[in-house]
């Protein structure tokens, strides 16, 4: 695989946290690459002068729109608090719409969603962003189909992220695409950030009294799962506590997750797992046992296809000199 140009498009007022956590992100990958591999991160904005940004922080473009030609394997446009309800400069809107089109990859930080949409590039395209503005963008942009609940999205060449630093996990997303998980978990490992977890949701707090959310059936089976995560389950088990058939259960949960019941269990005790990995010295027996893997050979079994990593191997990662 080639060098990797990733652009990352700012302007007036963007978060400066959708912006340098990808950035970071693609960076730290760097150190675990060739350098015919690594990336090249590129801001891009209407002119060469300083952006600032909604946190004060001033920005320096490294191209502007006129002298950014050249295609960007992936192009990333940031958010800002003033997108949902004030739309780009026409120049934005303009060099973003035909820069997408020789893009290997674009998309965007979380509000960064809203210029996307303005660009006519949302059009018929599963997307996320920020919780507190998906219902906006639903509105302005009626052809997109807006998952209100997703951390990161990839529709074919689009990939949307929520709120600020979900743009981290975005950019884990791709790193572990492109070179592997043990790549993606060492660059986590490193910015000290949880690694990927494929079934993460957005969980907006009420609004206020008597405004709490009424889970989905998928919402309680996986709630259910992790609070028994030691227990044995079963599609059929799990059916049952969603009240619907095993069949409407696997077609829900893989619309809601984009995983399988059986693939959520696999991934929800793998994290479990992680968290005693990351916090104890327990024996990997013993980590199995609590987690439901049921003997430290599947869990290894399991660690090495999702993560690419033994569980041992993943201990001493987070926990350098920690006994495996």
């Avoid at 509000?111 to 303005?118: D, E, Q, S």
């Avoid at 790549?183 to 990927?196: F, H, K």
């Amino acid at each position: 695989m080639a060098a990797q140009r990733v652009g990352m498009v700012i302007h007036e007022g963007v978060q400066a946290l959708d912006v340098a956590g990808p950035i970071d992100a693609f960076h730290e990958a760097n150190s675990f690459l060739d350098e015919d591999r690594r990336y090249e991160t590129i801001l891009v904005a209407c002119t060469r002068d300083p952006v600032r940004a909604s946190n004060q922080m001033r920005l320096i473009p490294d191209l502007s729109f006129a002298e950014a030609t050249r295609s960007f394997d992936i192009l990333l446009v940031a958010g800002s608090p003033t997108l949902p309800d004030a739309p780009p400069g026409h120049g934005l809107t303009e060099w973003l719409a035909a820069a997408a089109m020789n893009a290997g990859l674009y998309g965007s930080i979380c509000t960064g969603a809203f210029a996307l949409g303005h660009a006519g590039l949302l059009k018929q395209c599963r997307v996320t962003t920020h919780w507190q503005c998906s219902e906006k963008l639903a509105a302005q942009f009626p052809d997109a189909r807006v998952d209100r609940k997703a951390v990161y999205v990839r529709d074919g060449s689009v990939v949307t992220s929520a709120g600020v630093t979900a743009g981290i996990d975005l950019a884990l997303a791709l790193i572990e695409e492109y070179h592997g998980a043990r790549v993606a978990l060492a660059v986590a490992t490193r910015l000290l950030v949880v690694a990927q977890r494929h079934d993460r949701i957005q969980v907006p707090r009420a609004a206020g009294p008597g405004t709490a959310d009424v889970a989905s059936p998928v919402e309680r089976v996986k709630t259910f799962v992790r609070a028994h995560i030691a227990n044995r389950h079963s599609l059929d088990s799990l059916a049952g506590k969603a009240g619907m058939s095993s069949r409407n259960l696997t077609r829900h949960f893989v619309q809601e997750t984009g995983l399988t019941p059986y693939e959520f269990v696999q991934q929800a005790r793998t994290d479990a797992a992680r968290t005693l990995l990351e916090t104890t010295d327990r024996p990997l027996k013993w980590v199995a046992h609590c987690c439901g893997f049921g003997s430290a050979d599947r869990m290894r079994i399991v660690f090495s296809e999702r993560l690419g990593v033994t569980p041992a191997q993943y201990r001493i990662n987070i926990r350098p000199g920690a006994a495996p």
